[in-house]
Structures are given as C-alpha cells and as structure tokens.
C-alpha cells in the first residue's frame, strides 16, 4: 500500500474539473425537479392521479421503477431520480476507477511508477478511495440539497447514503474488470455491461408482478427499495455495503495474482497479416470506434422503444394536470400532449449523441496522448485525413444513433397505436432535427483538440456538462433567455426549420474547420 495517499492526491489532481462536474450533476438532479413537482401537482387530487397513472403503467415501471408514494415531494424525488442518479453515479465510479487502474497500466505509467516506491496494491486502492470518496461525496450532497429543499432529513439521508452505496457496489465491480481485461476499453465495457445487467434486472421485476424479486439483486434498484420518504428502511443500506466489500475483496485478492499490464481473461491472438481495411486513416478509425458505435446503437434502440411505448400513455398519466400538459405541450412547439413527449424524449437522444460525439474526437486525442499517432503520420499518412477520419465518426455516429432512436420510438408508438408507418416517420424527423445541434457540441470538442490539446478532455466534458444542465434544468429554475440560448439544443424545437438548423449547422461547420487548422499547425503531443 505503500504511496496510496500520494496516488490519491494524484488522481484528484488530474480530475480536478471531471470529478466536480460529476459531483454538481449528482448532487443537484434530485432536488432540481421538486419546484417542478409543486408546481405541476399542486393539490391531493392531481397527485393522486399522477400515481394512479404511474402505477398502472409497466412502461413507466420499467424506466424510472415502481411508484411507492407519490403524494409528497421527496417520494416523487425518489421515483423520479432514484434510478437514473443511481445509474450516473455507477457510471461515474466505473469511469474512474478504469482511469487510473487499467489505464494506467496500458499507458506505462504505472510501471515506472511501482518499479519505484509505489506498493502493487497502491494504484488500486487510489482508484477505489478516489471513486468511493466521489460516491459518498454526491450521496452527501444530495441529502444536503434535499433538506435544502424543506424535506424530511431522516428520508434525504437515507436517499443521499443509497445513492452513494451503488456508487461503491460500482466501484468494487470496475476494480474487479480491471484485473480481468488487458485493455482499458475492455474494463469499461465489462462493467458497463454489468450495469446494462442490473438495469434490466430492475425493469423487469418492477414491472412484472410475479418476479418482483429480481429488483433486490440489482443494485440500481436499492435507493428505491430503501423508500426514503415513505417507511426509512435503514437496512437496506446493508445490501450496498456488503456487496462493495465482497466484490471489492475480490478485487484485492486477483491484484497480485497477475502480471503487471495482463489480465486473467486471455486474449484472443490476432491474424498475422492486417486486414487490406488497415491500410489507411478510415479504416483505422473505423476498427477504433466500431465497438463504441455498436454498443451505443444498440442501447438508443432498446431505450427508444421504451419511450416511443411510454408515449401513447403520457395523457393518462398527466391527464389530469392542466399545468404539465400545458408546460409539455410548450416544450414541444406542438399541438399535442404525445408530439410534445416524443420531441422530448428526442432532446435526450440529443444530448446522449453529442456525448458520443465528444466521446469520438477524444478518441482522437486518447491516440495521441498515448504516443500512437505519431508512428501513422509519420507512415505516410497526412494530419488533415487522420483527423478527418476521426472526426467523421463524431459526425456520421450521432447521425446513426438519432436515426436508430428515432425508428424504435416510431416503431414503439406506432405499434401502440397501430399506425406504423405515420409514426415512424414523425419520430425520425424530429430525432434528426437534433442533428445540427450535436454537430456543434462535437465541433467545440474538435475545436479544442486543434488548438488546446492539453484542455481538450477537461474542456470538452466541461461544455457538455454546461448544455446539458442549461437544457434540463434551465426552465426548472427559470434563468434567463440569453443562458438558455447558450445550449445549442435551445435552438431546436422538434422540426425541420431551416433557420436555426443552417445556422447550427453553419455554426458546427465552423468550429470543426478551426480545429483541423489548428491541429495542421500544432505539434504532435
């Protein structure tokens, strides 16, 4: 264990801007919707209806959990953010403990580092201590912001410590995937993939009466099934905490059981001779973002049939509030309740689309950093199409994510309602007028890998996080129109206006330009 403090101090060093971007997201979400709630279901009756609609619906079950209480503020906190903070805070740990575990190790740093005065555990307990700490942080936050907010302190603190405890359950996984796998991508989609696991484990049992027991196995389920607010059941924090420490354990135990920078899974040998694909810029970027672009086709195209089967039901579940169908139907630019739930739904799309979208270009930058795209240029490949290459997939990947979440909320509405065909052309185009939108979002991250490479992932993060706060809780807390103009998802209202969609586009265009010439100009590193 021997430099854990000093790996610690490290780590919060290089995360000084993603780590309180993580804890302000957290840490605030739950609270930000309880001005809403008051607002929108003022009286007993509107409440009630709100629960019965939620309650008798299996869709609404599978995407935020079961409706234990809905006539108060913090048990509407706790069906409405429970599940979704719990989802973000597993992804915040994993995040971070691949980052300086694994990564590390694929980096090289961590050799040079152990074969100094660093203990074989130390780069392993930094990276738990530095996620848990984050966990327990956000989870404190929360409670904070709630009481804050006039709820009970007994019901916050529980809904804060649940949070937190997916947050170590999480931690305790990537820590585990870390010894596991070779690579850090690898780890990543390895826990990833468990936390896919656990969401459908959760969807299934609380929407379907007769296995309501797969709920407790997943831990995205528990800040639901403590019910804060409702009956404080204190004990279930017992589940989070022993499954940390046993798969944390675990952890600890296959550490020193395997060589520096190799896993316990073998890897598969690859052919001798590369693929005629390799031979240039595409097909490189091709191989580097396919699994990336797969895995998230494949999530918008089970989460957007979700929402397109959630939407035949939205007048039924806020029917009876004047005020949600009134704000629903301004969010949307539409005459009706269900287009204004579909544009949405689409914003969300969006705004998923232009994180992938950051997530390409830092590809780009990941390659450098790691020393990689100095042995292609140096090949025989230009500057301009190794980065074009990159940055293609930032721009053609959202544009297959939107249009794979658009045809699955078209084919869920429209199997609900029996017209196919009308809604599936409606879901597509106001899927892809978000297009524009992730281009700039995209563009100010190529932007920043042109001409400041060492800001580029804190920056790029940065400007993500500022859409989309600004996009969802902008009309919560009622800022200014010129705060709101900042997002450039503010400017979209669902469809195919050519104005601001040219003039975003434009906008994108721009940006990407200014970072192709800025990287043309730059040196490499």
Known sequence: MTGTWALVRLALRRDRVILPLWLLLLGFLPAAGIPAYEELFPDAASRAALAAGAGSNPSIAVLFGPAYDLSTAGGFTAWRFGMFTALFTALMAVFTVTRHTRAEEDSGRLELLGSAVVGRHAALAAGVITAGATSVGAGLLIAAALLGMGLAGGGALLFGLAIAGTGLVFTAVAATTAQLTEYSRSANG?????????????????????????????????????????QDRWWVLLLPLGAALAIGALAFFLAPRRDLGAGFLPQRPGPADAAPSLAGPRGLAW???????????????????????????????????????????????????????????????????????????????AEESAGRAEPVLTAGAGRLAWLGAG????????????????????????????????????????????????????????????????????GSWAVVAVVVLVTLFGPVVRVEQWVMNVSPFSHVHGDFAAGPLLALAGIAAALLAAGLAGFRRRDIG
């Open 391 to 458: 940055l293609a997939y930032a721009l053609a990947g959202p544009a297959v994510l939107l249009l794979v979440s658009g045809l699955a909320m078209g084919a869920g509405h429209g199997l609900r309602t029996g017209d196919l065909g009308g809604a599936s052309g409606q879901a597509l185009e106001i899927s892809l007028a978000q297009l524009p939108a992730v281009w700039v979002v995209a563009g100010a991250a190529a932007l920043l890998f042109g001409l400041l490479p060492r800001l580029a992932v804190a």
């Open 287 to 365: 191989r580097l973002q396919r699994g990336a672009l797969i895995g998230w086709a494949a999530g918008f195209g089970v989460v957007g049939a979700i929402f397109g089967s959630l939407a035949d039901g939205v007048a039924d579940l806020f029917g009876s509030s004047v005020e949600m169908t009134e704000i629903l139907t301004r969010m949307g630019g539409a005459n009706a309740l269900v287009d204004a739930f579909l544009t949405s739904m689409a914003g969300l799309f969006g705004m998923l689309a232009a994180v992938y979208g950051v997530q390409a270009v830092l590809r780009t930058r």
């Open 190 to 230: 390895m826990a990833t993939a468990v936390i896919g696991l656990t969401f459908l484990l959760r969807g299934v049992g609380d929407s379907t009466a007769t296995a309501t027991w797969l709920s407790w196995l997943s831990p995205l389920a528990w800040p639901q099934l403590a019910k804060p607010f409702l």
